[in-house]
């Protein structure tokens, strides 16, 4: 009879605490959510957003412009695709806290189209970028990107530092 005492009691704590996954595999999981979002975006599968971003997604940067919709922000990641066909992430580091995952890490790409008024030039680029993504119910919600606009422009030749820079 005491073992039923037991295998009962465990079940009722589990029920008293919340039945929440422990905070360690919550920032796992929000952290394996960010690396999905990478995937998706280095094969190309934008549809693929649909399942990893909320509707209503978000993106603020000084860099890039403002969506407002995950729409919005596929639509953009496939502009962006069009000039940098062979755009590329990767990320060295992705550190997990609450509910946000920041990430730092490399972007690369040849720019083989035009890119807003920027006509394609054949160039490649490699920068650095910075991303915050906060995870709302599993899913990226909202996201703050940063990048060296400038430093890219000179990479693809749209732009030339004055003489002794």
Excluded at 29 to 38: D, G, I, P, T, W
Excluded at 52 to 60: I, K, N, S, V, Y
Excluded at 133 to 152: C, I, P, Q
Aim: charge should be negative; include cysteine.
């Amino acid at each position: 009879m005491r073992t039923h005492v037991t295998f009962l009691c465990v079940p009722a704590l589990a029920l008293a605490a919340g039945c929440t996954p422990p905070p360690d595999a919550t920032l796992e999981a929000n952290k394996e959510l960010f690396r999905q979002y990478v995937e998706a975006y280095n094969a190309t599968d934008f549809d693929r957003l649909d399942e990893l971003m909320t509707p209503d997604f978000a993106r603020h940067s000084q860099a890039a412009t403002e969506v407002n919709s995950l729409e919005e922000f596929k639509a953009n990641l496939r502009q962006g695709h069009e000039a940098f066909p062979d755009a590329r992430m990767e990320f060295e580091t992705i550190v997990a806290e609450g509910d946000k995952v920041a990430a730092y890490g490399t972007w690369t790409g040849t720019q083989q189209g035009a890119w807003g008024p920027f006509p394609a030039t054949g160039q490649a680029a490699e920068l650095k970028i910075f991303y915050l993504f906060r995870v709302e119910d599993g899913k990226l919600a909202e996201m703050w990107t940063e990048w060296d606009n400038l430093g890219f422009l000179t990479q693809l030749g749209h732009f030339t530092p004055p003489e002794g820079t």
